[in-house]
């Protein structure tokens, strides 16, 4: 055959797996940098206090998500009702659960926070089967939500009795933050998502109104003392910069090539990062029950989406 022909289309393939590949990769620093974020709060937990913690994560994400949207080039929206959707969803999203997860992990480890943090999927899907009319309870939600309920549990230790303690305040705190992290998904869908924007800008509306509401809080709430020292500071440009600002680009572009299902896969991982950084860096102890009840929640997701059944064979093609 004239190689005319065939060097292009090997060029191209080279191209086409170039980019695969890229993506690939993005994916799993997704995954490392969002389950590791909970390391660097512990870290940054040893001279900040939470919400100093928080402050500096929202800000330097915001920091972080200018510069890419600099770099863009693309017109911010005008719309003043958008910004003000973008401000509720920025105190759903950041501001609360960050403070919520920063002030847990002061009794709790990292790798524990972590996991509860992989309860979001189903907690977001029981707030939008009660919200949005199209969101309604199946069989396979329900499993899901059972499974995750019961990895909760596992994760609590209930049979060790209910102790009215710090740890117990912190880890009810992890879920407080997840179910916000759920309301504002949900909250996303029914106001924001059908306007015509892209990820990249919803997320620098909704991370720069977040250090505009902690920089406005910060004289009430975040004037203990600072100490300082390079793992604090390296610690909070990781979490700040890297995983609430340049992950979120990241996502975006996961979702457009392989799509929100596959995208979502990253919640699988993130709480087997978030565990081995904190036995491995922080010499955190592991007790049986928590990756029981991780394993549990990630079962749950699995079944709330259908991919734990037999799925029968089609007549139709499978798209490529």
């Known amino acids: 055959m004239d190689s005319r022909f065939t060097e292009p289309e090997d060029a191209n393939s080279r191209v086409g797996q170039l980019g695969r590949f890229s993506i690939a990769i993005r994916f799993a620093a997704l995954a490392i940098v969002w389950g590791a974020s909970f390391l660097f709060i512990k870290v940054g937990l040893t001279g900040l206090s939470p919400a100093q913690v928080a402050l500096s994560r929202v800000c330097l994400g915001a920091v972080a998500l200018i510069v890419i949207a600099a770099w863009r080039r693309k017109p911010l929206p005008r719309d003043p009702a958008l910004w003000g959707h973008l401000?509720?969803?920025?105190?759903?999203?950041?501001?609360?659960?960050?403070?919520?997860?920063?002030?847990?992990?002061?009794?709790?480890?990292?790798?524990?926070?972590?996991?509860?943090?992989?309860?979001?999927?189903?907690?977001?899907?029981?707030?939008?089967?009660?919200?949005?009319?199209?969101?309604?309870?199946?069989?396979?939600?329900?499993?899901?939500?059972?499974?995750?309920?019961?990895?909760?549990?596992?994760?609590?230790?209930?049979?060790?009795?209910?102790d009215v303690s710090h740890e117990l305040t912190a880890q009810l705190a992890c879920l407080g933050a997840t179910t916000c992290y759920g309301i504002s998904f949900v909250y996303v869908r029914r106001f924001i998502s059908w306007r015509d924007l892209d990820a990249p800008t919803i997320a620098l509306g909704q991370v720069s109104c977040g250090a505009v509401v902690m920089l406005l809080l910060a004289p009430f709430i975040a004037t203990t003392p600072v100490r300082l020292d390079t793992?604090?500071?390296?610690?909070?440009?990781?979490?700040?910069?890297?995983?609430?600002?340049?992950?979120?680009?990241?996502?975006?572009?996961?979702?457009?090539?392989?799509?929100?299902?596959?995208?979502?896969?990253?919640?699988?991982?993130?709480?087997?990062?978030?565990?081995?950084?904190?036995v491995l860096v922080l010499d955190e102890p592991l007790a049986w029950n928590q990756p029981v009840g991780a394993l549990l929640v990630v079962l749950g997701i699995l079944a709330a989406h259908g991919r734990l059944g037999v799925r029968k064979k089609v007549e139709e093609p499978v798209p490529a």
Do not use: D, H
Not at 100 to 124: D, K, M, R, V
Not at 145 to 158: K, N, S, W
């Open 87 to 162: 401000a509720v969803v920025s105190v759903l999203l950041c501001v609360i659960p960050f403070l919520l997860f920063s002030w847990a992990e002061q009794y709790i480890s990292s790798g524990l926070a972590s996991i509860f943090n992989a309860t979001t999927p189903l907690i977001t899907m029981l707030i939008a089967a009660a919200a949005l009319p199209s969101e309604r309870f199946t069989k396979a939600r329900t499993t899901g939500l059972i499974l995750g309920f019961l990895g909760v549990l596992t994760i609590v230790g209930v049979w060790r009795g209910i």
């Open 231 to 278: 793992p604090i500071v390296l610690s909070m440009i990781a979490l700040g910069a890297l995983g609430t600002g340049l992950a979120y680009a990241w996502n975006a572009s996961i979702i457009a090539a392989w799509g929100a299902s596959n995208a979502s896969a990253v919640t699988y991982l993130t709480p087997v990062v978030g565990v081995l950084l904190g």
